[in-house]
């Protein structure tokens, strides 16, 4: 079992706009911040979004973070068949004292 | 560019132990911390501890942290991570990953390439 909980799948059409939900609680979103991953099937995972909502450089603005509460939201418009991927999100738990990703969520691009 | 390159996959049986490295190079080694992330096949990630790069300190997770120790040489910009007692159910991909200076939790922002490591008898 994850500390943080995602669906496990999630699918649109090309063009379309998908959001990815991960809850927690008050030890880990709650109050601290959030990043988001894209790991394509055989490789390592990429940072997406950090401090919930900034974007790396060289990552576009197609992708947005948000985070109300205990959970957080990956936004990802205009799908392309290249997001396919499994997506997680992860943060820091205060009563760890570790980080912690959650389940994943396989996007598919239909 | 930044990179972090790691050693090759492993197999080894249950009992021993396996150590998996990871060179840096690409920007001031001691400026970053590196998490240890592994994924098993078909699984999630799981965060497995955190390693300064600029002083003797770490942070385990509560999962392995009898068996694993996290280590870094600043003179060659390599971290390392042996973990002992293998068991079945430590087959997975080990993934090095640049960190926070300080701590882990604010963000994973590179990668190295992940490293195999299968245990069977």
């Known amino acids: 079992q994850s500390v943080l909980t995602q669906p496990p799948s999630v699918s649109a059409a090309p063009g379309q706009k998908v959001t990815i939900s991960c809850s927690g609680s008050s030890s880990n979103i709650g109050n601290n911040f959030v990043s988001w991953y894209q790991q394509i099937p055989g490789t390592a995972p990429k940072l997406l979004i950090y401090?919930?909502?900034k974007r790396p450089s060289g990552i576009p603005d197609r992708f947005s973070g948000s985070k109300s509460g205990t959970s957080a939201t990956l936004g990802i418009t205009g799908l392309q068949t290249g997001d396919e991927a499994d997506y997680f999100c992860g943060g820091w738990d205060t009563s760890l004292s570790a980080s912690v990703f959650g389940g994943g969520t396989k996007l598919t691009v239909l | 560019q930044v990179q972090l390159v790691q050693s090759g996959a492993e197999v080894k049986k249950p009992g021993a132990s396996v150590t998996v490295s990871c060179k840096a190079s690409g920007y001031t080694f001691t400026s970053f911390g590196i998490s240890w992330v592994r994924q098993a096949p078909g699984q999630g990630l799981e965060w497995m501890g955190w390693?300064?790069?600029?002083?003797?300190?770490?942070n385990y997770a509560q999962k392995v942290q009898d068996r694993v120790t996290m280590t870094t040489d600043p003179s060659t910009s390599t971290a390392y991570m042996e973990l002992r007692s293998l068991r079945s159910d430590d087959t997975a991909v080990y993934y090095c990953?640049?960190?926070?200076?300080?701590?882990?939790?604010?963000?994973?922002?590179?990668w190295g390439q992940g490293a195999l490591v299968t245990v069977t008898s």
């Open positions: 401090d919930n909502n």
């Open positions: 390693v300064s790069s600029y002083k003797d300190k770490t």
């Open positions: 990953a640049r960190d926070g200076k300080y701590s882990s939790g604010l963000g994973l922002d590179y």
